[in-house]
Structures are given as structure tokens and as C-alpha cells.
């Protein structure tokens, strides 16, 4: 149980279809962040460092899967991401943008 002196680290799902949830803070590597959607809520094992408002992915991502946020495609994993990843510019790429 966590104390007054402790922050609870979380990441905030936007839709039900998303595979990532949003850093709410800084997130360190090998933390237990909190995620939710809606009412529920998850424990999820940060393996990078995440940047407040940066993308953790919430199960494995393959290569050239689609990472979906707001219930929306918004780009492909250019890597495999596991659990806990972290997702951004450097593994993530937008078809649309290579156009």
C-alpha cells in the first residue's frame, strides 16, 4: 500500500481499442505504473525511461503492427515493443507522413 510520501505513477488509456496509454509523468524503468480506463485498472512493468506524455505499450507490438490510440491508427511499430515499452518517433513510424 502506498504511503502519503509516495506518488502513484500512472498512464491514462483513451479508448478501449488502444494498444498504448499515456505517461501522466515521468515514468522510470522497472516502475509499476498504474493504468487506467474508465473505472478499471492495470499494473503494467515500465522497461524504459517514459517522458510525461509520451506512449507505453499496454501488451507486444510486432514489427509494422499498428499502434492504435484514440481508438485510431497512428503509426507502426518500426520494432518489436513489449509490455511495458516505451513508444515514440524512434520506433514508431506514420505511413501517411512517408507519402
Sequence with gaps: ???ATQTK???LVIHPEDNVAVALSDLQKGE???VRLGESEQRVTVLADISFGHKLA???IGKDESVLKYGEEIGKMSEVVNTGGWIHTH???CE???K
Design 96 to 98: 501517411r507522413g512517408m
Design 91 to 93: 520506433n514508431m513510424y
Design 9 to 11: 505513477k500512472g498512464a
Design 32 to 34: 509499476k505504473c498504474s
Design 1 to 3: 500500500m502506498e504511503t
Design 58 to 60: 499496454l501488451c507486444p
